[in-house]
C-alpha cells in the first residue's frame, strides 16, 4: 500500500515538473500584469523604470527556461525511480521541452512589449 | 507472472471462462427500466441522457436565433419587441455556452471516455448522473424563463452596472445568476468524474503516451474547468450579494468597480471558449486517423499543443476588455499570449492536414469526414479573425460590431459544433443498432456548411459597415438591409441542415449494440465488441491503436481471456491503475442505480429557483432535503476491505478497498480543494484589484480593523481545529472496536473550525463595519462567507463520519471518511489563515502607500 501511494503521489511531482515551463509562464505573466496594473494605477514619474523591472524578470525566465530545456531529462530522472523511466520517460521529457519551447516564445513576446510601448 | 512482461500474446486469462460469467455481469450491471430508467447510473445511460438534452437545448436556442434573424431580416422590422429581442440574446448565447457546448463535450466525455478506456464505467457514476438531472432540471427552469418575460436582459455577460438592480429590477437577472451557478456546480462535478476516470481507471498497459487524443483533450478541458469555473462561481455570487444584500463589489460610488465583473467572468469565459474546442479538437484528432485509415501524424506535437492551448487560454482574458482603458503596455501582454495561443492551435490543425496527406488516396470522404473539412474550413477563418482581433487598434474599431458576432460563430461552430455533427455519424454506431444514414446525412453537412457560410460570413462586412451587436432593428437608410436578408437566408438554411439531423435520429438511431462492433475499422477501443457492462474484459493495452496493432484483441476480449472477466464481488467494478505507466494497482467497487442522486439534483434545483424567488424558508427545508439525499447516497460509498484481494488474470491479486493517496476518493477530494483554492485565489485578486481602484476606501477601512488579538484567537482556533482532526485519525481503534475519543475529537474539530469563522466575522462586526458601507468592508466578509461554506461542509461530514462511528463503519482500516474530512479541514485552516494575513496584515503594510 505504501508503495502504491509513493507511486501515486510522484505523480503529482512529475505533473508539476512537466507544467514547469508553462506554470513559469504563467508566473511571468502573473507579474508583469499585475505590476504594469499596479505602477498605473497611481502613475508617477518613477513607473517608467517598471520597463527595467519586466526586462530583467524576462530575461531571467528566459534563462531559466534554457537551463531547464538543456536539463530535462536529468530533472525527469531525479524525480522518478529506475523502474518507471523505461516506459514513459522519452515521452515526458519531450513534453517538457516541447512545452518549455513554447513558453519561451509566449514569454519573449509579452516581454518584448516593452520596447515598443510605455507603461502608462 | 508480472503484468509489466505481458506481451500481446501472453494472455492474463487464457483458457475459456467457467459458464454463468457473462449472465452474472450482466445481472449486475443492468439498466433499470421503466419508472426507474431515472436511477440508472451505467455511463451509456447517463450519457445518452446527457447528450440529448444538450442537443434540445442547441435546438430550443437555436429557435431562439431564427426568431432573432427573422427580426433582423428587414429594416425597421416590428416582429419581436425590444424588451423581448434582448431577452432572447441572453438566453440564446447562455444557452448554447452554458446549456449547450460545455455539457455536450461533457456528455461525450461520459459516454465514450470509459470506452476507450475499456473501463466498465467511470468512477463516479452517481455524480454523473447528478450531475446531468442537475442540470436538466435547472437548464429547463433557466430556459423556461423567456416563455413568462422573466429572462435576464444583460446578454450572456451580464455586465454591470446594467445588471444591478437599479438598472435590472426584478428576477429576472436572478434567475441568471443562480441558475447559472448552479449549473458550474453541476459542470463541476463532470470535471472531478473526468479527471479522475481518466487519470485512475486507464486499462492496463495504457500509459499516458497511450492515451487516446481524446483523453488527453478531455483531461485538459476538466483541467481548465477546475480553475477557469471558480472565477465566475465568484462573480456570480458576489453580483447575486450585491443585488440581494447591496454589497457594493460593483458600485463605484462605494469603492467598487464594474470592470472587476468583467476581469472575473472573462478570466473564466475566454478559456471557456478553449474548454469547448479542445474536446472537439479531441474528437477530430480521434476520427481523422480511422477515416484517413492512417496513424495520426504528431501525437506528442498534438499533446503539447492541448496543454499550451490550455495554459495560454487563461492569459486572454483581456482580450475582451481591450476598449476599456486599460494601459497600452498591459493590453500589448494580453494582445501577445492571443497570438501565443495560436501556436498551438495551428500544430493541431498540420497535424491534421498532414495526416489526411499521408493517407495516400485512402481517405473516405464519409458524413464524419465531411463535417471535419468542414470544420477545418470553417475554424481556420475563425482563428484567422482571432489573430485580426488580438491586435489592439483593429479590435477598437470592431469591438461590440457585427465583425464580432462573425469571428466567435466562426470559431465556436467550427470549433464545436461541426465536430459535434462529425461524432453523431461517426459514434452512433456504437451505441445504436443502426448507423445514421450516409445519404441524409450529406444533406445535413451541405445544408449547414453552405448556411453557416452564408449566414456569417457576410456579417464581417455588416460589422465594418458599422452595424453594431445586440441591436433589435435599424434603419433602412443605413444599407445594413441586403447583408442581413442574406444572413437570415443562410441562418434558415442551417436549420433545414439541422432538420434533417433530426429526421435522421427518428429513422435511424435505436439505443443498443449493431452487428458490427467497428463498422469504420478504428483502431481505438471503444470499438471493441461489449455489452451492458462495457467490454467482457479489460484489454491489456501495448499501442495507441490496439485494435489495428492487434488484430485478435477483440476475440480475446469477447472470450474473458483479459483481465476481471468476471464480478469478483459480486458488484460493479473496475480497474484503477496508475496515473502514469497504468499499472494495475485495486479494483473499485462502484455503486449501482439509485434515487437518492435524482432527489439530491430535484431539491437541490428547487433550493436554487426558490431563493431566486425569495422563498427563503422552503428553499432551506429543500436544502436540507438535498443534504439529506447526499448523505443517504454516500453512506454505502465507503465499502471497507471486504472479499479482496481479488485476483483478475496474470497472477495479479489487488485489493478492492486502498486509503491515502491511492484511493479515487482522495484524488477528488484534492480537485475539489484545487477548486476551492481557485475561488479563493479569484477572491484575493478581487481584493487586490479593488484596493488598486480604491485605496481611499482602504485607508478608512484601516482605521476600522479588530485588535491583532482577534485574528490570534480566529488562527489559534482553526489550529486547535486541525491538530483535534489529527488525532482523531491517529485514535481510530482496530475493525470491531470502538475508541471514544474518536467521535469527541472530531466534534471538538467541528466546534473549533466554526467558532474561528464566527470570531473572525464578529471582530469586525464590534468594530462597527458594515458589509454594505463599502467595498472594502464588503470584501473582509466575503472571506468570511468564503470560509464559512467550507466549515458548513466540514461540519455536515464530521456529523457524518461520527454517525459512522456509532455505526461500526469506521476503523483504522475503513477510514477513507474521515480521511477526506480532515484534507478539507487542512484545507481550510490553511486558507482562513492566509485570509487573516491578507486582511489584518495588507491595511498595516499598505499603510504607507495610501
Known amino acids: 500500500m505504501k508503495q502504491i501511494n509513493q507511486t501515486n503521489r510522484r505523480f503529482f511531482r512529475v505533473t508539476v515538473c512537466c507544467l ?47 537551463i531547464y530545456t538543456w536539463q530535462a531529462e536529468n530533472i525527469m530522472r531525479l524525480i522518478r525511480p529506475a523502474s518507471d523511466q523505461a516506459g514513459t520517460n522519452g515521452f515526458l521529457v519531450d513534453v517538457m521541452r516541447l512545452l518549455a519551447v513554447l513558453a519561451f516564445f509566449a514569454i519573449s513576446w509579452a516581454g518584448a512589449s516593452i520596447f515598443f510601448l510605455a507603461p502608462c | 507472472m508480472n503484468e509489466n512482461s505481458l506481451t500481446a500474446r501472453q494472455l492474463p486469462n487464457p483458457g475459456p471462462r467457467p459458464d454463468g460469467e457473462r449472465e452474472e455481469l450482466q445481472r449486475i450491471w443492468k439498466t433499470p427500466t421503466g419508472w426507474r430508467l431515472p436511477t440508472a447510473v451505467n455511463n451509456t445511460v447517463v450519457g445518452l441522457l446527457y447528450i440529448g438534452a444538450a442537443f434540445t437545448f442547441f435546438v430550443l436556442a437555436g429557435i431562439v436565433a431564427l426568431i432573432m434573424r427573422t427580426q433582423l431580416a428587414i429594416p425597421e422590422n416590428t416582429l419581436v419587441s425590444q424588451d423581448l429581442y434582448n431577452q432572447m440574446f441572453t438566453v440564446h448565447g447562455t444557452t448554447m455556452m452554458f446549456l449547450f457546448a460545455v455539457p455536450a463535450v461533457e456528455a461525450l466525455g461520459v459516454l465514450l471516455l470509459p470506452q476507450m478506456l475499456a473501463a466498465r464505467d467511470l468512477p463516479f457514476p452517481r455524480l454523473s448522473a447528478f450531475a446531468v438531472w442537475a442540470y ?21 455577460f451580464m455586465y454591470p452596472p446594467m445588471t444591478l438592480p437599479e438598472f435590472s429590477p426584478g428576477v429576472n437577472a436572478d434567475f441568471w445568476l443562480l441558475g447559472i451557478g448552479f449549473i458550474e456546480i453541476s459542470a463541476i462535478a463532470g470535471a472531478i468524474e473526468i479527471l479522475v476516470g481518466t487519470l485512475r481507471t486507464r486499462p492496463p498497459g495504457m500509459s499516458l503516451d497511450k492515451l487516446p487524443i481524446f483523453g488527453w483533450a478531455m483531461l485538459i478541458f476538466a483541467g481548465m474547468i477546475v480553475i477557469a469555473f471558480p472565477a465566475v462561481i465568484l462573480a456570480t455570487m458576489l453580483l447575486e450579494i450585491e443585488r440581494a444584500f447591496g454589497w457594493p463589489f460593483f458600485t463605484a460610488a462605494a469603492g467598487g468597480d464594474p470592470l472587476l465583473w468583467q476581469h472575473l467572468f472573462w478570466f473564466f469565459g475566454h478559456p471557456e471558449v478553449y474548454i469547448i474546442f479542445l474536446p472537439a479538437a479531441g474528437l477530430v484528432s480521434m476520427i481523422i486517423p480511422t477515416v484517413a485509415g492512417t496513424p495520426l501524424v504528431g501525437y506528442r506535437l498534438i499533446v503539447i499543443a492541448l496543454i499550451a492551448t490550455g495554459f495560454f487560454s487563461f492569459g486572454l482574458w483581456v482580450h475582451h ?41 485512402k481517405f473516405r470522404l464519409t458524413v464524419p469526414a465531411l463535417f471535419v473539412l468542414g470544420m477545418l474550413v470553417i475554424f481556420i477563418i475563425g482563428g484567422l479573425t482571432g489573430v485580426m482581433v488580438a491586435m489592439v487598434p483593429f479590435d477598437l474599431q470592431a469591438h461590440d460590431s457585427y465583425f464580432i458576432v462573425a469571428h466567435l460563430h466562426y470559431v465556436l461552430v ?30 445535413c453537412f451541405w445544408l449547414m456548411f453552405s448556411g453557416f457560410n452564408i449566414a456569417f460570413f457576410p456579417m464581417h462586412f455588416t460589422g465594418l459597415l458599422g452595424m453594431p451587436r445586440r441591436v433589435w432593428t435599424y434603419p433602412a437608410d443605413l444599407g445594413w438591409g441586403p447583408l442581413n436578408l442574406i444572413s437570415t437566408l443562410g441562418a434558415y438554411l442551417i436549420a433545414f441542415g439541422v432538420l434533417i439531423f433530426i429526421v435522421d435520429l427518428l429513422r435511424n438511431f435505436r439505443v443498443g449494440k449493431g452487428q458490427n462492433d467497428n463498422p469504420w475499422q478504428a483502431g481505438t477501443l471503444e470499438w471493441l465488441p461489449g455489452d451492458v457492462y462495457s467490454t467482457r474484459s479489460i484489454p491489456h493495452v501495448t499501442s495507441r491503436e490496439p485494435l489495428w496493432d492487434q488484430p485478435e484483441l477483440a476475440a480475446e476480449v469477447e472470450a474473458g481471456n483479459h483481465y476481471l472477466p468476471n464480478a469478483p464481488t459480486g458488484s460493479r467494478e473496475t480497474i484503477v491503475t496508475s496515473a502514469i505507466e497504468a499499472r494495475p494497482q485495486y479494483v473499485i467497487q462502484m455503486p449501482g442505480p439509485s434515487w437518492t442522486h435524482v432527489i439530491a439534483a430535484i431539491f437541490t434545483a428547487a433550493c436554487f429557483l426558490l431563493l431566486t424567488i425569495k422563498l427563503v424558508i422552503p428553499a432551506l427545508l429543500c436544502a436540507v432535503t438535498a443534504i439529506a439525499a447526499c448523505l443517504v447516497w454516500v453512506w454505502e460509498l465507503d465499502k471497507g476491505p471486504g472479499e479482496g484481494p481479488v485476483d483478475i ?29 481557485s475561488i479563493y485565489l479569484a477572491y484575493l485578486f478581487s481584493y487586490l484589484y479593488l484596493w488598486t481602484v480604491s485605496p481611499e476606501v482602504w485607508q478608512a477601512g484601516k482605521a476600522l480593523l479588530p485588535a491583532l488579538s482577534w485574528p490570534l484567537v480566529s488562527a489559534m482556533f482553526f489550529m486547535v481545529a486541525m491538530l483535534a482532526i489529527y488525532f482523531a485519525k491517529r485514535s481510530l481503534a482496530q475493525p470491531g472496536q470502538k475508541n471514544l475519543s474518536t467521535p469527541v475529537l472530531i466534534f471538538l474539530a467541528a466546534v473549533f473550525a466554526a467558532a474561528a469563522v464566527v470570531v473572525e466575522i464578529m471582530s469586525h462586526w464590534q ?60 484545507y481550510t485552516g490553511a486558507q482562513a489563515i492566509v485570509g487573516l494575513i491578507v486582511i489584518h496584515g495588507f491595511p498595516h503594510v499598505m499603510g504607507s502607500a495610501m
Open chain 2, 649 to 677: 488474470g496474470a497472477g495479479l491479486k489487488l485489493p478492492v478497498y486502498v486509503t491515502g493517496s491511492s484511493g479515487h476518493g482522495w484524488w477528488a477530494m484534492v480537485i475539489i480543494m484545487l477548486v476551492a483554492g
Open chain 2, 321 to 361: 476588455m481591450f476598449a476599456t482603458g486599460i494601459p497600452s503596455l498591459s493590453l500589448a501582454f494580453f494582445s501577445a499570449a492571443s497570438m501565443a495561443v495560436a501556436v498551438p492551435s495551428g500544430i493541431q490543425v498540420f497535424s491534421w492536414i498532414a495526416t489526411i496527406a499521408v493517407s495516400k488516396k
Open chain 2, 414 to 443: 467550427g470549433g464545436m459544433v461541426f465536430p459535434l455533427f462529425a461524432t453523431f455519424y461517426y459514434w452512433a454506431p456504437m451505441v445504436s443498432r443502426t448507423a445514421l444514414s450516409e445519404r441524409l446525412g450529406k444533406w
Open chain 2, 136 to 156: 436538466i432540471i435547472g437548464g429547463t427552469v433557466f430556459f423556461s424563463t423567456i416563455l413568462y418575460d422573466l429572462a435576464p436582459k444583460g446578454g450572456w
Open chain 2, 767 to 826: 468594530q462597527g463595519l458594515q458589509p454594505s458601507q463599502s467595498s472594502y468592508a464588503a470584501m473582509v466578509y466575503m472571506a468570511g462567507i468564503l470560509n464559512g461554506e467550507l466549515v458548513f461542509t466540514i461540519v455536515i461530514m464530521a456529523l457524518f463520519v461520527i454517525a459512522r462511528h456509532f455505526a461500526g463503519k469506521l476503523d483504522r482500516i475503513r477510514c477513507q471518511t474521515l480521511e477526506n474530512t480532515c484534507l478539507l479541514l487542512y
Open chain 1, 20 to 66: 514547469a515551463a508553462l506554470l513559469l509562464w504563467s508566473t511571468h505573466f502573473g507579474f508583469v500584469y499585475g505590476l504594469s496594473h499596479f505602477a498605473c494605477a497611481a502613475p508617477t514619474p518613477e513607473s517608467d523604470n517598471i520597463r527595467w523591472l519586466i526586462a530583467i524578470v524576462s530575461l531571467v525566465c528566459l534563462m531559466a527556461l534554457v
